[in-house]
């Protein structure tokens, strides 16, 4: 079965950085787009991040433009995201999904990973 599984999350101050990881099994990985999304507590899933299946298309929320990269490694089934400047209000669950094209909605991505959170100190 399709298993996204993130992982690099953790505890960092205003300011670092951290790469997140995902890596995935069951799926024909370099026909999906790839998307990233957080959720802070008592807050709706939001769009983070999107990829295309050759990397060669790529979108971001406003509010991280310019500080989170998203990159793939299709060779290793992984997609990652680098984030930098961090700021506290980027403290959530990071989760990534695959859909069949790159997406800013959460409704066009049909398979989620399990999530890893990222908490920024101030």
């Known amino acids: 079965q399709v298993q996204l599984v993130e992982s690099g999350g953790g505890l960092v101050q205003a300011g670092g950085s951290l790469r997140l990881s995902c890596a995935a099994s069951g799926l024909t990985f370099n026909t999906w787009a790839m998307g990233w999304f957080r959720q802070a507590p008592g807050k709706e899933r939001e769009f983070v991040g999107t990829?295309?299946?050759?990397?060669?298309?790529?979108d971001y929320a406003d509010s991280v433009k310019g500080r989170f990269t998203i990159s793939r490694d299709n060779a290793k089934n992984t997609v990652y995201l680098q984030m930098n400047s961090l700021k506290p209000e980027d403290t959530a669950v990071y989760y990534c999904?695959?859909?069949?094209?790159?997406?800013?909605?959460?409704?066009?991505?049909?398979?989620w990973g399990q999530g890893t959170q990222v908490t920024v100190s101030s």
């Open positions: 990829i295309s299946w050759g990397g060669g298309i790529t």
């Open positions: 999904a695959a859909g069949g094209h790159p997406a800013n909605s959460k409704n066009d991505y049909d398979y």
